[in-house]
């Protein structure tokens, strides 16, 4: 059995929120509730906002559709950007929390790279193809030798973006250290566009 440990991809994401979004003054967090109590790198964006002056606004999920709507109609024209961190709720909820906070000029950042096909405007995340290709060397392996043992894998995150704010991702990256690789999609002909970093 191989399990996937992601990184806590807090300071990633503040780093390209706030690069993104300069002018920030209040962030949505869109998760479980129950995420907002255990998760770390939630209590570490909630650090880095704080530390910085950007007001958080917590939107817990799951909730019905009605509640969510006026939870957003609320909150998103204020906001200078909602963020949904990885989390199966948000995940199964994101079309919707997506054509909402748009709806209100609210731009998206998930750390989910399937959130760009629901109309976010930056994605950044671990491209599913390369944990399953980790994780069939990892059968093949106990398979061959018989044995298990930890290894570890490392995988280029990846940073999507809708063409539209492709100005803004691309000052944002210039900013950033990190080794990544970016796509911008909705290019001429519906075309992406790839750089590596």
């Given amino acids: 059995m191989s399990?996937?440990?992601?990184?806590?991809?807090?300071?990633?994401?503040?780093?390209?929120?706030?690069?993104?979004?300069?002018?920030?003054?209040?962030?949505?967090?869109?998760?479980?509730?129950?995420?907002?109590?255990?998760?770390?790198?939630?209590?570490?964006?909630?650090?880095l906002c704080a530390a910085r002056g950007i007001e958080i606004t917590p939107i817990h999920l799951p909730q019905q559709l009605k509640e969510l709507v006026v939870e957003i109609q609320e909150h998103a024209p204020t906001a200078g950007a909602l963020f949904m961190p990885i989390d199966s709720e948000a995940f199964s909820a994101m079309p919707d929390i997506i054509q909402m906070a748009q709806q209100y000029g609210c731009p998206v950042v998930a750390s989910e790279l399937l959130a760009i096909q629901y109309g976010a405007d930056i994605a950044f995340g671990y491209p599913l193809q390369s944990f399953a290709a980790?994780?069939?060397?990892?059968?093949?392996?106990?398979?061959?030798?018989?044995?298990?043992?930890?290894?570890f894998a490392k995988a280029v995150r990846e940073i999507h973006c809708s063409s539209s704010k492709q100005d803004i991702l691309l000052r944002a990256l210039s900013t950033h250290k990190a080794d990544y690789h970016f796509k911008i999609i909705g290019?001429?002909?519906?075309?992406?566009?790839e750089q590596g970093q």
């Fill in 3 to 47: 399990a996937l440990l992601i990184a806590n991809s807090a300071t990633f994401a503040f780093q390209l929120i706030t690069t993104s979004f300069p002018k920030i003054k209040t962030l949505i967090i869109c998760s479980h509730k129950v995420l907002f109590k255990r998760s770390q790198e939630i209590a570490d964006m909630q650090a």
């Fill in 134 to 151: 980790e994780c069939a060397r990892q059968l093949l392996h106990i398979l061959q030798y018989q044995k298990r043992d930890i290894r």
């Fill in 187 to 193: 290019c001429i002909n519906n075309e992406e566009s």
